[in-house]
């Protein structure tokens, strides 16, 4: 039954991403040539990547899916599928490992950087792991750039939050309050005592008994994500900006850096397990500053 449920999880991540990439290159091939420039529409670049494991055995891997594009100057929507066994340093921080270090895990993640500032940068990643437990996580969430976006009333704020509120309530009405706190307090930066971007959903270690509902709940997240995301760029992307906007959406780039670098579990999590670099660290923005 475990092997089958692996299979299903795999099949799924895999299947959103292909859905992820159609939407992303759609909205490439509508980019108003006035803001854009002529050119033609840019298609995401696949590259295969493999994990070794303790003697160079390989153990798993996954494909990486770049856009470089004119709306999206930045896209990565990666699918990886890894196991072996967790390091020494390591497994006392994840469930179930300390008796065994042996791991499974799938997952799908997704940044986005567009170009135009008034579009948001965006990110969702779910996952599947198995140790000698097993369980869900992931989320999305929404990470504007100009401070007049950044509001708890603004339309995309709102509209993002009603999507992630609409992949929680089927499942359990409290959920989507608790997630979205969660959200609050995962993507905060103490440093900076200031949040991330204006939220939306986090969850981790969902093991609620039942697997096919923690399953469907999952499936949900990703499905409302694809929904509403696409629907918040091609509202934004026709804004024209000015210089000292783009200036400031890079300022805004490298908060957002600042997180990944400092914080992030699914940084330290694919590094300490042997992913794929290049992957790992292509949330960072293509292009960022600092004062």
Known sequence: MLEDRKTQARAWFEALRDRLC?????????????????????????????RSGDGEVEAGGG??????????????????TVHG???EEFRHAIPGAEEDPRFWASGISLIAHPRNPHAPAAHMNTRMIVTTKSWFGGGGDLNPMMDAYRTADHEDTRDFHAAMKAACDP????????????CERYFWLPHRNEARGVGGI?????????????????????TRFLEIYPRIVRRRMGTAWSPEER???????????????????GTTFGLKTG???????????PLARWP
């Not at 499942?171 to 969660?182: I, Q, V």
């Open 247 to 265: 200036d400031h959406q890079l300022f805004r780039r490298g908060r957002y850096a600042e997180f990944n670098l400092l914080y992030d579990r």
């Open 275 to 285: 992913g794929n670099v290049d992957s790992i660290l292509s949330s960072l923005p």
């Open 171 to 182: 499942h359990e009405e409290t959920a989507y309050a608790r997630y979205s706190e969660e």
């Open 202 to 222: 986090f969850y981790d270690r969902l093991n609620s008994g039942d697997w096919a509902a923690d399953f469907a709940f999952t499936r949900d997240v990703g």
């Open 85 to 87: 066994e967790f390091s």
């Open 22 to 50: 159609a939407a992303f290159e759609t909205i490439e091939a509508e980019a108003p040539s006035d803001l854009y420039g002529e050119g033609a529409s840019s298609r995401f670049a696949f590259t295969p990547w493999s």
């Open 63 to 80: 494909v990486m899916g770049m856009l470089h594009g004119r709306v999206f100057e930045k896209a990565g929507i990666h699918c990886s």
